[in-house]
Every structure is written in C-alpha cells, then in structure tokens.
C-alpha cells in the first residue's frame, strides 16, 4: 500500500499563469477567461475552502485506491459524483470532459507528478474509474433520451387513434 503524502495546494502565480496560457490555447480564451473570472469572483477563504474540497476528494480516491475499490464500485461512484460538482466551481464539466481530464491526469507530467505527490498509483487509477464513471453517465443519458423518444412516439400513435 503505497502512502498519501499531501493534499492539493495553491500554485504559485508564474505557474497559475503558465497552466492559464496553456488553457487558452487548448479551450479557447473566452472559456477559460470566464473560469478565471468564476474563480476570482470567489474571497480567498472560499478558494480556500474549493482547494482543500478538492484535495479531500483525490485523498477519498487515494484510500478508496487502497482499499481495493473497482471502478463502478458504489463508493467510488459517490466520490466522483463530488468530483463532478466540484469541478462546477470552474465550469460546467461535459461528460467529453470529465472523459479527457481522466486520461490527462494520467498523461500529463504536471498532473501525474501531483497526483503521484498524493498517491503513487492514483493517476492511472484516476483514469481507471474516471473512463467507467463517464461511461455509466452516458449509458443513463442514452437510456433517458431513449424513453423520452419512446414516449413522444406513444404519445404521436395516442393522438393518432
């Protein structure tokens, strides 16, 4: 069992500002500006709070990790289902999105060497449970936009009659 080291913290402001730049040019500059001003809009102590939120949802990971947790165990689940609205704090998560922040945890040197400072295995783990979390949201979402197909056409065959 590989142990948590540390949490998450602040980035320095030349590398908050290097990750930004980055942003830009991987999402686009009107994207990310407004998470940057979705962030600023929060008082230090709320951004405070957000990072060590965070920080407690990758060591839940961690443990859950250690624990021997499957992806698409219910505990896991639970845990991602915070990471989800977590990520809210910035900006509204698409399922492609929390689909490739999974495998850019697990691909990128920065987030690896972050994640690998909280446990040493949690990066690929992270893409792991992530891929099957967004994968069972995709299967709920089908299934609702199916029924909701299924009902529009009963209701056409009732009006029909």
Do not use: C
């Not at 405070?48 to 990790?65: H, K, M, T």
């Not at 999105?97 to 850019?104: A, F, P, S």
């Amino acid at each position: 069992m590989a142990k948590k080291k540390r949490g998450l913290k602040r980035h320095s402001e030349e590398q908050q500002k290097q990750y930004e730049r980055e942003a830009r040019l991987q999402y686009g500059p009107s994207e990310v500006n407004a998470t940057i001003e979705r962030w600023n809009d929060y008082s230090k102590a709320q951004q405070d709070a957000i990072i060590a939120e965070g920080g407690q949802i990758y060591a839940d990971l961690a443990e859950a990790l250690d624990a021997g947790k499957q992806p698409g165990d219910a505990a896991v689940t639970a845990i991602l289902d915070r990471w989800q609205a977590h990520l809210r704090y910035f900006y509204e998560p698409s399922l492609d999105r929390l689909r490739g922040l999974g495998q850019l945890y697990n691909s990128s040197p920065e987030f690896m060497a972050n994640f690998q400072g909280i446990h040493q295995d949690l990066p690929a783990y992270l893409e792991r449970v992530i891929e099957v979390y967004v994968d069972e949201l995709e299967t709920v979402e089908l299934e609702r936009m199916l029924a909701e197909d299924e009902e529009m056409a009963q209701r056409r065959n009732n009006l029909s009659l």
